[in-house]
């Protein structure tokens, strides 16, 4: 199949990545492909990269473990396509190093595709060169952030870069970058076999597909789900997760991760896909639903929240090295009831500043699930 | 390359392409604030104290490095980007000792920053300052961290900016970042070679001439002894080695 023709489906089927930003992979890749086509390369040098982005560390989030732990060689199939697409000749796949068993799986279909000549210099004597290497995280949330992951890969410390110049054009090693989130790249081969119609028949007109969704907390089911986009929430939660677990009511719902932001019970009818999500404030981030039931302390929650990003924060930026702390702090003596007057707009200034002024996803999103309970009320600061 | 027309805070500017929007403003006479920025250093756009606000932009954009585009509608006093510098400079203030950075501390008094807003009050509201340690470990300067709010010009000094020298490095993350040394050696034991740039780069005081930390603190201005190792240039001229006192290497 042409390049062209497959940069063209993945805009016609309307996919857009999975790892929480929403940017349409079919514009993505013809970024990069243009880019390439636009700088001479001597033989045997870099043109640019594939990067499979399976960083996976958002809180409640673990679907692109059991993709890549179960279904290894879909994501390689992805990656030669994404190569063959954007005429780019080397891969990497960068796992979280808490993934010790999807890295071996990886590893071993990488070996696996390269016996069967599916990746090398001559892939199945088509003329394509493409090799994937494996890199291993160590352990920092922030490189999941696409930019301190190819800073990582370069040896460097984990932190992001200003952005633009974007990946795909001043990404790994200077060379334009195609960087997907595993559950991004496993939608590809499906689209790419049977055509953006064929893809279409799931999701809304605005939000095409399907969708995994880590279920997790006070469900009596809790579990990854692949949902048609559009599904209501209450469906979800008392559906396919089967209600609440030990006869509970629901107090919220945190929809997108530590990065995500509250629903009440009021707000269940939303329908899950990127459009109705963000008309009430919440995001599909990264595909977690975390159910809490009436007996969590919601302040403890915003406790190890906020602690989470005081303790992930790279500390490059001013607003989040110093306001994840600050927040953390404001948290943890409201929490244990000793907050003091002025704390509310306190928490308020910080989060609005974080959201607005920092350099990367990290600081951005660091205290959207604070400001969402603050607003709905689910937790109250003096 | 050929100009680019933008608006800033109203007016119509246009400036050749590749000017930033810090730049771009003061060709009008707009002053964007800022802290981390200096011109002979890398643009990192760390302390994002000079955000401006960009219509059809999620968030604010940093005005020292993000550079011009066509049709730009910029902002850079609206009550959202005032809101963002405000808190920033309260959060550098509850963390580091700006006593010697008055740049800094006028730009507390124009923003109206609150003292006490993320200051610890009685023990059970302490909050972390930046509890470091002052080194005093060689005869050139001394380094106070508690001063430091990592701007990082003294790690681009050392680097790639100035000296190629990559005596100073960070360490830390989070915030427990700290401007360090390679395993935490003291200066005499690491690559530096005494240029001073990092000194002079320095906008807080953090880092100081030895002599002019003497005279501060009234202590007597003897000669002081090296470090265990010291410097010498070689009979050749051409290099530079670590001898120790007794001219070993």
Request: hydrophobic share 40%.
């Amino acid at each position: 199949m042409p390049r062209e023709q497959i940069i063209a489906d993945l805009k016609a089927a309307g996919l857009v990545g999975r790892g929480g930003a929403a940017f349409p992979t079919g514009v993505k890749w013809e970024g990069a492909a243009k880019e390439i086509q636009a700088r001479a390369v001597p033989a045997g040098e870099a043109t640019g990269y594939i990067i499979c982005n399976a960083d996976e560390s958002e809180t409640g989030t673990f679907k692109d473990r059991i993709l890549m732990e179960r279904d290894p060689h879909r994501l390689i199939e992805a990656m030669i396509i994404a190569a063959h697409a954007v005429a780019a000749n080397r891969g990497i796949i960068y796992v979280r190093g808490e993934y010790p068993l999807a890295f071996t799986r990886l590893s071993d279909a990488v070996e696996d595709a390269r016996a069967n000549q599916l990746l090398g210099i001559n892939i199945l004597n088509s003329g394509l060169e493409f090799d994937i290497e494996m890199r291993a995280g160590a352990g920092a949330y922030v490189c999941g952030e696409e930019t301190a992951l190819m800073e990582s890969i370069e040896g460097r410390r984990g932190e992001p870069r200003v952005k633009p110049p974007f990946p795909t054009t001043h990404g790994l090693f200077g060379k334009p970058t195609v960087i997907n989130n595993v559950e991004t790249l496993a939608n590809v081969p499906g689209i790419v076999m049977n055509g953006p119609r064929w893809y279409r028949q799931w999701g809304t007109e605005r939000s095409p597909g399907t969708r995994l969704v880590c279920l997790s907390g006070s469900v009596r089911k809790p579990g990854l789900y692949e949902i048609s986009m559009g599904l209501p929430l209450r469906s979800l939660i008392f559906n396919l997760g089967g209600g609440m677990a030990r006869g509970r009511t629901l107090q919220a719902a945190l929809v997108g991760g530590a990065a995500g932001a509250f629903l009440t019970p009021q707000q269940m009818d939303v329908p899950m896909d990127f459009q109705s999500l963000t008309a009430v404030g919440a995001t599909f981030g990264s595909g977690a639903v975390m159910v809490f039931d009436d007996s969590v302390a919601l302040w403890s929650v915003m406790r190890g929240i906020t602690k989470f990003f005081a303790h992930e924060s790279c500390g490059k930026c001013f607003p989040c090295q110093l306001g994840t702390q600050r927040q953390m702090e404001i948290v943890a003596r409201a929490a244990s009831g000793q907050g003091r007057s002025g704390d509310h707009d306190a928490l308020i200034a910080l989060g609005q500043t974080m959201r607005d002024a920092s350099l990367c996803g990290l600081g951005q999103t660091a205290a959207s699930a604070l400001l969402s309970a603050l607003d709905k009320k689910l937790v109250q600061a003096p | 390359m050929s100009p680019v027309t933008l608006a800033i805070n109203g007016q119509t500017v246009t400036v050749p392409a590749g000017t930033t929007i810090r730049e771009a403003a003061r060709t009008i006479g707009v002053d964007v604030p800022t802290v981390c920025y200096h011109p002979h250093f890398t643009a990192n756009s760390l302390c994002r104290v000079c955000v401006v606000e960009m219509e059809r932009s999620r968030v604010l954009v940093p005005a020292c490095s993000r550079a011009v585009e066509n049709d730009m509608v910029i902002f850079t006093d609206s009550p959202r980007v005032r809101l963002s510098r405000r808190t920033i400079l309260e959060l550098m203030h509850s963390a580091v000792d700006l006593s010697q950075a008055p740049e800094i501390m006028a730009l507390l008094r124009e923003y109206q920053a609150d003292d006490g807003r993320f200051a610890g009050v009685g023990e059970t509201l302490a909050v972390a300052q930046r509890d470091l340690p002052l080194h005093d470990d060689n005869a050139m300067y001394i380094r106070d961290y508690s001063k430091c709010i990592l701007c990082w010009r003294c790690v681009q000094a050392c680097g790639t900016d100035i000296q190629y020298t990559f005596a100073l490095s960070l360490g830390g993350r989070g915030f427990q970042t700290r401007v360090a040394t390679y395993f935490d050696a003291p200066i005499p034991e690491t690559t530096c070679v005494y240029c001073g740039n990092c000194v002079a780069a320095c906008p807080t005081g953090a880092l100081k001439g030895k002599r002019e930390w003497l005279i501060e603190q009234g202590k007597p201005l003897e000669p002081m002894p090296l470090g265990p190792k010291r410097r010498r240039r070689r009979a050749d001229g051409e290099h530079l080695d670590l001898l120790d006192d007794r001219g070993h290497r």
